[in-house]
């Protein structure tokens, strides 16, 4: 936004002079709060923003702050542009997106009773999601074909949906489809993966049947799945096992690091809303993040170049202990004191490592193989109960040092195999409470504040911690822990309502 934008002291709506600034995105001012009422109802609400969109050749499109945002500030609220099943996904319903299941004493699922896909009922049935595609699939007689045979089976032709509603768009609404075709697909880097050469061979076909063969090409029908699978977010409804993905255009210009300032949550109705979970100062870009906190660099990055098609160099990637923590390293086999960090992985992700204290190297390979005997063994680990984990954690410790990522993983999964805390002996419960609260500390550093790891961590500890106050004295070592679970909780409640 110019600077005039952000300095004038006209009114929006009557153009008299005027001082009160719009809070939400301090562009706007109005000479009192009944045109600021009056100007939010007719269309400042749509663009009101704490942000704005710039480009550049290293990050593309990405947000930065206009103006200091607070920990909790909403920055977005969207409905989805498109959303749909995922490429490979058990059969849902096409409307809620919720997994099916035979209804009970039936040995299939309910249809749809004009098209016959799997559909939740006859609300679904009749929504508007589903009606213009529904009327397609009568029209010609494609039949998916898909019928119950064993819990979790994936069905192919979902692949479909997504690009089949992408291309309906074009006459539906074609401006909202010229919108979405802007959006990056790496189509380049994807295109002689696996999956992208099985897509070609049978998506192309399928979107031919339906549309005619004069509006679908091969090129085009991958250029779709790119786009989908670079800017697609999972969607995850509370309370809800919903096996869906969609595109939120807005939300699609936030750019990933790996110490996010900021975080999505989904309302039931599919509405997205971002919002800050720490302090951001004006200038800053605003992140969310597209992996998991508790992977190492190595995994991380790899992760990010096969899925969205980019090298990370975030301030946490290019840093080679991850603030302090040491996530991506091994302990030194040659002076057994210091700890192996990568040598230069803000220029090279595959560079070798070198030892903190003695400064002997490793070739990057051997780190990987080290790396790999603690996941062979977390791979063959009984999942049913947490001794297998707790065994791993005390055979690999003078092999990698206490942060190490494979590790904080292991306590992240013991944290659910240790299961319901009212099942759990007071040793057993102790021991989780314990996992919680070094967990917590991790997630200070990697996802702070209102951090999606560490509401996790802050909903888990607060479960146990009824339980435990039940048959242990309370003590002043969690009341803060406990008040900010639940301070953090009734803030996800109020937001997504």
């Given at each position: 936004?110019?600077?005039?934008?952000?300095?004038?002291?006209?009114?929006a709506?009557?153009?008299?002079?005027?001082?009160?600034?719009?809070?939400?995105?301090?562009?706007?001012?109005?000479?009192?709060?009944?045109?600021?009422?009056?100007?939010?109802?007719?269309?400042?609400?749509?663009?009101?923003?704490?942000?704005?969109?710039?480009?550049?050749?290293?990050?593309?499109?990405?947000?930065?702050?206009?103006?200091n945002?607070?920990?909790?500030?909403?920055?977005?609220?969207?409905?989805?542009?498109?959303?749909?099943?995922?490429?490979?996904?058990?059969?849902?319903?096409?409307?809620?997106?919720?997994?099916?299941?035979?209804?009970?004493?039936?040995?299939?699922?309910?249809?749809?009773?004009l098209?016959?896909?799997?559909?939740?009922?006859?609300?679904?049935?009749?929504?508007?999601?589903?009606?213009?595609?529904?009327?397609?699939?009568?029209?010609?007689?494609?039949?998916?074909?898909?019928?119950?045979?064993?819990?979790?089976?994936?069905?192919?032709?979902?692949?479909?949906?997504?690009?089949?509603?992408?291309?309906?768009?074009?006459?539906k609404?074609?401006?909202?489809?010229?919108?979405?075709?802007?959006?990056?697909?790496?189509?380049?880097?994807?295109?002689?993966?696996?999956?992208?050469?099985?897509?070609?061979?049978?998506?192309?076909?399928?979107?031919?049947?339906?549309?005619?063969?004069?509006?679908?090409?091969?090129?085009?029908a991958?250029?779709?799945?790119?786009?989908?699978?670079?800017?697609?977010?999972?969607?995850?409804?509370?309370?809800?096992?919903?096996?869906?993905?969609?595109?939120?255009?807005?939300?699609?210009m936030?750019?990933?690091?790996?110490?996010?300032?900021?975080?999505?949550?989904?309302?039931?109705?599919?509405?997205?809303?971002?919002?800050?979970?720490?302090?951001?100062?004006?200038?800053?870009i605003?992140?969310l993040?597209?992996?998991?906190?508790?992977?190492?660099?190595?995994?991380?990055?790899?992760?990010?170049?096969?899925?969205?098609?980019?090298?990370?160099?975030?301030?946490?990637?290019?840093?080679?202990?991850?603030?302090?923590?040491?996530?991506?390293?091994?302990?030194?086999?040659?002076?057994?004191?210091?700890k192996?960090?990568?040598?230069?992985?803000?220029?090279?992700?595959?560079?070798?490592?070198?030892?903190?204290?003695?400064?002997?190297?490793?070739?990057?390979?051997?780190?990987?193989?080290?790396?790999?005997?603690?996941?062979?063994?977390?791979?063959?680990?009984?999942?049913?109960?947490?001794?297998?984990?707790?065994?791993?954690?005390?055979?690999?410790?003078?092999?990698?040092?206490?942060?190490?990522?494979?590790?904080?993983?292991?306590?992240?999964?013991?944290?659910?195999?240790?299961?319901?805390?009212?099942?759990?002996?007071?040793?057993?419960?102790?021991?989780?409470?314990?996992?919680?609260?070094?967990?917590?500390?991790?997630?200070?550093?990697?996802?702070?504040?209102?951090?999606?790891?560490?509401?996790?961590?802050?909903?888990?500890?607060?479960?146990?911690?009824?339980?435990?106050?039940?048959?242990?004295?309370?003590?002043?070592?969690?009341?803060?822990?406990?008040?900010e679970?639940?301070?953090?909780?009734?803030?996800?409640?109020?937001?997504?309502?």
């Amino acid at each position: 936004m110019s600077e005039t934008e952000i300095t004038g002291n006209i009114c929006a709506v009557c153009g008299i002079t005027a001082v009160q600034r719009c809070t939400g995105c301090l562009a706007v001012t109005y000479c009192g709060k009944e045109h600021q009422v009056q100007d939010w109802k007719r269309g400042h609400k749509n663009v009101c923003k704490a942000y704005e969109v710039v480009v550049n050749d290293d990050l593309g499109r990405y947000c930065i702050a206009t103006k200091n945002i607070k920990k909790g500030d909403v920055l977005l609220r969207e409905k989805p542009s498109i959303i749909g099943p995922k490429t490979v996904t058990p059969a849902i319903c096409l409307t809620c997106h919720k997994f099916m299941m035979p209804a009970p004493g039936e040995s299939n699922f309910t249809l749809c009773s004009l098209c016959r896909w799997p559909m939740c009922s006859y609300i679904c049935e009749s929504s508007p999601l589903h009606k213009d595609e529904c009327e397609l699939f009568v029209r010609k007689k494609f039949d998916p074909n898909i019928k119950f045979s064993k819990l979790g089976k994936v069905e192919s032709n979902y692949c479909s949906i997504m690009a089949l509603r992408m291309l309906m768009l074009k006459e539906k609404d074609p401006k909202l489809y010229k919108k979405l075709m802007t959006l990056e697909s790496h189509l380049d880097q994807r295109r002689n993966t696996s999956l992208y050469q099985l897509l070609g061979m049978n998506l192309p076909m399928c979107l031919k049947m339906l549309l005619g063969r004069e509006k679908v090409d091969r090129e085009t029908a991958l250029n779709l799945c790119g786009i989908f699978d670079t800017n697609c977010f999972d969607v995850k409804v509370p309370g809800a096992k919903v096996n869906a993905r969609g595109i939120y255009f807005e939300a699609a210009m936030f750019s990933h690091s790996c110490r996010p300032n900021a975080r999505h949550l989904f309302k039931p109705n599919y509405d997205i809303v971002i919002f800050a979970t720490t302090d951001i100062k004006k200038g800053d870009i605003i992140s969310l993040s597209y992996t998991q906190p508790l992977k190492c660099t190595l995994e991380r990055r790899l992760h990010l170049k096969e899925a969205k098609c980019f090298d990370c160099f975030c301030e946490r990637c290019k840093d080679p202990t991850e603030f302090g923590l040491y996530m991506n390293s091994i302990l030194c086999t040659s002076c057994q004191t210091g700890k192996l960090v990568q040598i230069a992985p803000e220029t090279d992700i595959e560079s070798d490592f070198k030892c903190d204290t003695c400064e002997a190297t490793f070739d990057i390979e051997d780190v990987k193989e080290t790396k790999k005997t603690i996941q062979d063994a977390i791979k063959g680990a009984d999942k049913s109960s947490p001794d297998d984990f707790e065994a791993i954690l005390e055979m690999y410790k003078n092999t990698f040092p206490p942060n190490a990522s494979a590790f904080l993983e292991i306590k992240y999964a013991l944290l659910q195999l240790y299961g319901n805390p009212n099942d759990l002996s007071p040793e057993k419960l102790q021991r989780k409470i314990d996992l919680c609260v070094e967990l917590l500390e991790i997630s200070k550093i990697l996802d702070p504040d209102y951090g999606a790891l560490r509401t996790t961590l802050l909903k888990e500890l607060q479960a146990c911690l009824i339980v435990f106050f039940k048959t242990a004295e309370e003590t002043k070592e969690y009341k803060e822990l406990y008040e900010e679970a639940v301070n953090i909780k009734q803030f996800e409640e109020k937001l997504i309502k």
